[in-house]
């Protein structure tokens, strides 16, 4: 079935320093690939969307490719603020049933960034 | 405008109760999904409406979990005989449509004891 793997968490790094969360994922057909942030006290919201290879998401500074040749969705972010603490989740959308929008996510990678 | 909404916010019971948990999502949104959050881990994909009936449930776990969505706006999660192990917080998302994203409601957390 339909599955994504992302980078094991927790993550602590220094405000400014480069930002990188691994997503990879299995998935007959052609998902399209979310990252969502969960912000502390906060429910789920979306981060960015890439539908079809090669398109890039970007929102707030960070970015993400969708590389089919890897079945990757990389998180990246060039210098990371204390507001950007929070967890973040890939997840793809199964679409093997028509018309079905529903995701399958990765565990979740906590992000910590210290002053 | 107003988000998606989830009641109660925390829900605690005891081993083998009846609860019920509720979701109200985005005016106008015609499709609903349920979601479930163990800790540590990402949401699973419980059961997911379109209008008012159940396009596909199944990510329901077993028989004692059920929801409905009578007049497909407000729906409704219901857990019969309660075990530990449905211990967990429950979201709820909806989107305009299918291919639209979905927007998730704070969730509800509960804690069967």
């Known amino acids: 079935g339909n599955s994504v793997t992302q980078m094991e968490g927790p993550v602590t790094l220094s405000e400014e320093a480069f930002l990188t969360i691994n997503c990879t994922y299995t998935?007959?057909?052609?998902?399209?690939l979310f990252w969502y942030v969960q912000y502390p006290g906060e429910g789920l919201q979306l981060l960015l969307k890439?539908?079809?290879?090669?398109d890039k998401g970007s929102n707030k500074g960070f970015e993400a490719t969708y590389r089919k040749e890897t079945t990757s969705f990389h998180l990246e972010k060039g210098s990371v603020q204390v507001s950007d603490s929070a967890v973040y989740f890939c997840?793809?959308?199964?679409?093997?049933?028509?018309?079905?929008?529903?995701?399958?996510f990765g565990q979740g990678t906590r992000l910590t960034i210290n002053p | 405008g107003a988000g998606v909404s989830q009641t109660p916010s925390n829900k605690v019971t005891e081993k083998g109760k009846y609860v019920e948990l509720r979701c109200d999502p985005i005016?106008?949104?015609?499709?609903l999904y349920w979601y479930r959050q163990s800790l540590g881990q990402g949401p699973e994909f419980l059961i997911y409406?379109?209008?008012?009936?159940?396009?596909?449930d199944s990510g329901l776990p077993n028989d004692r979990f059920f929801a409905v969505r009578p007049e497909g706006s407000v729906s409704t999660l219901k857990i019969q005989r309660t075990e530990r192990g449905d211990s967990a917080v429950y979201l709820c998302?909806?989107?305009?449509?299918?291919?639209?994203?979905?927007?998730f409601g704070p969730g509800t957390r509960l804690l069967v004891l």
């Open positions: 998302a909806s989107s305009s449509s299918v291919q639209e994203t979905q927007y």
């Open positions: 998935a007959t057909g052609y998902p399209s």
């Open positions: 890439a539908t079809k290879a090669d």
């Open positions: 997840a793809l959308s199964d679409r093997r049933i028509k018309g079905a929008q529903k995701l399958v």
């Open positions: 005016s106008g949104h015609t499709a």
């Open positions: 409406f379109q209008g008012t009936g159940a396009a596909d």
